[in-house]
């Protein structure tokens, strides 16, 4: 992925402030432990609140973070910081205007079994003739969907993506990512 921060704030409808111009974002991550220097940081707000370990991620080389608004305390101020109400609704609103930016053919792999194997041999057969981009394992869900779009080459004429499903509705929803 390459966009400057300037574009992320736009596709999240964050008012885009002039230095944002200057900075390139060339990942977006939500594990402190993975990130890469010009990462995009995620804090998602799950079982653990990402929101700790922004430190831990400016320390490895992220330019940028988002913020969820309702966490008002320890606001880094050495990066730049997006605020957005849901982390996770933002992570998916920036995966489907990367996906829209880039717009690879894309080919969606659900069932009951057999998926990731399905997607890996799909992939396979495609890269014979195209640039071909894939989920990696079987990140298949609210977050792996749009990490697998966000990690795209722009130069990804088909997405090959693994969609799954542990409840009503999910597969309609990653549909409209």
């Known amino acids: 992925m390459k966009m400057q921060l300037a574009e992320v704030a736009r596709a999240l409808n964050i008012e885009a402030k002039e230095e944002w111009e200057d900075i390139s974002i060339t990942s977006v991550c939500f594990d ?11 804090p998602l707000v799950a079982e653990n609140d990402g929101h700790k370990y922004v430190e831990a991620a ?12 309702d966490h008002s305390e320890n606001i880094p101020n050495s990066i730049a910081v997006l605020p957005v109400s849901d982390t996770l609704v933002a992570l998916q609103q920036l995966g489907k205007h990367y996906l829209m930016k880039i717009n690879p053919k894309v080919v969606a792999i659900t069932g009951s ?9 799909t992939a396979a057969v495609l890269a014979t003739q195209f640039n071909v981009h894939k989920t ?6 609210e977050i792996g969907v749009p990490m697998t779009i966000l990690s795209m080459e722009p130069n990804t004429e088909v997405l090959v993506v693994e969609m799954g499903m542990d409840r009503y509705g999910q597969l309609d929803f990653l549909s409209k990512l």
Do not use: H, Y
Request: aromatic share 10%; net charge positive; glycine share 10%.
């Open 58 to 69: 400016i320390n490895g080389g992220a330019v940028a973070t988002l913020w969820q608004e």
């Open 113 to 121: 079994n057999g998926k990731t194997t399905t997607k890996d041999m």
């Open 136 to 141: 990696f394992a079987n990140f298949n869900n």
């Open 32 to 42: 402190s432990r993975k990130i890469e220097s010009g990462a995009l940081f995620i």
